[in-house]
């Protein structure tokens, strides 16, 4: 609507300074509105692919890395027994913050545990690869509170912005109208322009007119 209204008024200047005020702010708050949009769009993408990412990193670290860790911890224990307790999957259910300190504690008493765990079957680069995994979970998870941010923020400020665009709009109506009045097709095209379309309109249907009494009703 502010566009319409915006372009109809560009369409038909008027030479009042406060017209050109008033419009000018209208298209400065579209300007604004519109980098709001795409930073809003831009949140909701990159919370979506991060979480996307983080699942996946999830199931990689769960069923490859950190289970592959436990199973050479196992056979370690046979050693040194304690490591039994050291090394076990966190639940599938875990929250991500607390399936990342699991993991991430595993990481660590993998590297203290490094010589005993290579000589039982581990990965050369395991550590590295479970290191490296680890790093990107966070990073997802920073970047979803990020997208999720910039989501929230654009929502509240273009919620701000509409509420000033419907006070422009009815400014350069008062003055529209005022003009038009002698002009009846430029009144009707202004008032289509800086109509609001709030969403798709459902025409009602009226209910059946039963039939009089003592009448049947028709079979269908």
Same mark, same amino acid.
Not at 134 to 141: K, L, M, R, Y
């Given at each position: 609507m502010a566009g319409r209204a915006s372009k109809f008024c560009h369409a038909h200047p008027l030479a009042d300074p406060n017209h050109a005020l008033v419009l000018g702010q209208l298209d400065e708050t579209i300007g604004r509105m519109d980098v709001l949009m795409e930073q809003q769009v831009g949140g909701f993408l990159s919370k979506r692919s +991060?979480?996307?990412r983080r699942t996946e990193l999830r199931r990689r670290l769960y069923h490859g890395l950190l289970r592959h860790l436990v199973t050479v911890a196992g056979g370690a224990a046979r050693e040194k027994p304690e490591l039994r307790e050291k090394f076990e999957l966190p639940s599938l259910n875990a929250s991500h913050k607390l399936f990342r300190t699991v993991a991430r504690?595993?990481?660590e008493q993998g590297q203290a545990e490094k010589e005993l765990l290579l000589k039982h079957g581990l990965g050369a680069t395991l550590l590295d690869e479970l290191s490296a995994a680890?790093?990107?979970?966070?990073? +997802?998870?920073a970047e979803t509170s990020s997208g999720t941010l910039d989501h929230v923020v654009a929502r509240a400020e273009l919620e701000e912005l509409s509420d000033e665009v419907m006070r422009l709009v009815g400014m350069l109506d008062g003055i529209n109208r005022y003009r038009f009045q002698r002009d009846p097709q430029l009144l009707v095209a202004w008032k289509t322009a800086k109509h609001v379309?709030?969403?798709p309109q459902v025409e009602s249907t009226p209910p059946p007119v039963p039939p009089p009494a003592g009448e049947e009703k028709p079979a269908a």
């Open positions: +991060s979480v996307v504690k595993m990481l680890i790093d990107q979970f966070d990073a +997802s998870v379309v709030s969403g």
